[in-house]
């Protein structure tokens, strides 16, 4: 008999082949599986689940024999990590593997906000060429990037952009020793300092709404927010009200408050470009946080601590 495990949201088919293969996976986004579900809550010892997703209390407390929360990605914003602990219950993560993917999403976002790519192919599409002008972009050169959260992916963003000859500076909650970029003492303090100001810290209590509206005030009229962490670090009043009355000049973002049911206000917001929270969304990427995910779970039935347990 293979053992039950739950999966909360799909993986990519070269997972999912190697999950089915070792255990009997009942998928909790399948509405035909509903029935075969609620029979084997008991018996479920691992949790397959995204970083956006995560898995909340009251599931957790559907599942009495639950093991561990493998989550597909580095966010713990949506697993609660002490009442885990506290019904011994493993949680982890897949670090290292996506820092490249995310921070290059990053950049994809900075650029085709700079350079107006959205624009510029609905634009071509529209039959438009030729007919209509286009505006000129920006140049990344010489531009103040500034990065709120200076973690791994922070740092591979802002290590990128020095490539394009950005000087960077950031924020982060505590000291960073190993970096030569000057640190700001406070989020706005950055904000005033950068023309694009990248978010990418961790989210949880002290980081929500940590870009507020006086955060948006001080980047400017021609500043440019870039949000890869999760939604719940920006005030989406706030950003939706300065992208409109032109606070800010221009945003480019992958996540969201409310994913994927995100509000359409942003839908009809001026000189925004919007991805669906795609920053570790690559084939090599999915593959190197699958295997991890595999490799925690197999650990759990092996009676072994999962490699990278968070809690
Ligand atoms: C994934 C993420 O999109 O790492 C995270 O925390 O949010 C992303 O890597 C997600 O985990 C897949 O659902």
């Given at each position: 008999m293979k053992p039950d495990i739950l999966l909360v949201e799909p993986m990519m088919q070269f997972i999912e082949d190697q999950l089915d293969a070792a255990y009997t996976v009942h998928r909790l986004y399948d509405p035909a599986q509903k029935e075969t579900l609620e029979a084997a809550l008991p018996n479920i010892r691992a949790v397959a689940t995204g970083g956006g997703t995560g898995l909340s209390n009251e599931w957790i407390e559907k599942l009495p024999s639950l093991g561990v929360i493998a989550i597909n990605?580095?966010?713990?914003?949506?697993?609660?990590l002490k009442f885990t602990r506290s019904r011994n219950i493993d949680v982890t993560t897949t670090p290292g593997v996506l820092t490249d993917d995310v921070a290059d999403m990053g950049i994809a976002l900075m650029l085709g906000v700079l350079r107006h790519v959205a624009k510029g192919d609905a634009f071509v599409r529209a039959g438009k060429w030729g007919k209509e002008g286009f505006p000129l972009g920006h140049s990344p050169k010489g531009k103040r990037l500034g990065i709120l959260g200076l973690g791994q992916i922070g740092k591979a963003f802002g290590r990128r952009a020095e490539a394009f000859g950005m000087d960077v500076h950031f924020w982060n909650r505590s000291p960073v020793k190993d970096t030569t970029w000057k640190s700001c003492a406070s989020p706005v303090a950055l904000a005033q300092d950068s023309d694009v100001l990248c978010v990418i810290v961790a989210a949880n209590a002290q980081t929500k709404d940590i870009v507020n509206g006086e955060v948006l005030k001080a980047l400017g009229p021609k500043g440019i927010l870039i949000n890869i962490a999760r939604g719940s670090v920006v005030d989406e009043n706030a950003l939706l009200a300065a992208l409109n009355d032109g606070t800010i000049g221009a945003a480019g973002l992958d996540v969201y408050l409310d994913e994927p049911r995100i509000r359409e206000d942003f839908f009809t917001a001026p000189n925004t470009v919007l991805m669906p929270h795609q920053g570790s969304a690559t084939v090599e990427t999915r593959v190197a946080m699958g295997e991890l995910v595999l490799a925690n779970i197999a650990a759990h039935f092996a009676g072994e601590k999962p490699p990278t347990t968070v809690n």
């Amino acid at each position: 008999m293979k053992p039950d495990i739950l999966l909360v949201e799909p993986m990519m088919q070269f997972i999912e082949d190697q999950l089915d293969a070792a255990y009997t996976v009942h998928r909790l986004y399948d509405p035909a599986q509903k029935e075969t579900l609620e029979a084997a809550l008991p018996n479920i010892r691992a949790v397959a689940t995204g970083g956006g997703t995560g898995l909340s209390n009251e599931w957790i407390e559907k599942l009495p024999s639950l093991g561990v929360i493998a989550i597909n990605g580095v966010g713990t914003d949506k697993v609660d990590l002490k009442f885990t602990r506290s019904r011994n219950i493993d949680v982890t993560t897949t670090p290292g593997v996506l820092t490249d993917d995310v921070a290059d999403m990053g950049i994809a976002l900075m650029l085709g906000v700079l350079r107006h790519v959205a624009k510029g192919d609905a634009f071509v599409r529209a039959g438009k060429w030729g007919k209509e002008g286009f505006p000129l972009g920006h140049s990344p050169k010489g531009k103040r990037l500034g990065i709120l959260g200076l973690g791994q992916i922070g740092k591979a963003f802002g290590r990128r952009a020095e490539a394009f000859g950005m000087d960077v500076h950031f924020w982060n909650r505590s000291p960073v020793k190993d970096t030569t970029w000057k640190s700001c003492a406070s989020p706005v303090a950055l904000a005033q300092d950068s023309d694009v100001l990248c978010v990418i810290v961790a989210a949880n209590a002290q980081t929500k709404d940590i870009v507020n509206g006086e955060v948006l005030k001080a980047l400017g009229p021609k500043g440019i927010l870039i949000n890869i962490a999760r939604g719940s670090v920006v005030d989406e009043n706030a950003l939706l009200a300065a992208l409109n009355d032109g606070t800010i000049g221009a945003a480019g973002l992958d996540v969201y408050l409310d994913e994927p049911r995100i509000r359409e206000d942003f839908f009809t917001a001026p000189n925004t470009v919007l991805m669906p929270h795609q920053g570790s969304a690559t084939v090599e990427t999915r593959v190197a946080m699958g295997e991890l995910v595999l490799a925690n779970i197999a650990a759990h039935f092996a009676g072994e601590k999962p490699p990278t347990t968070v809690n």
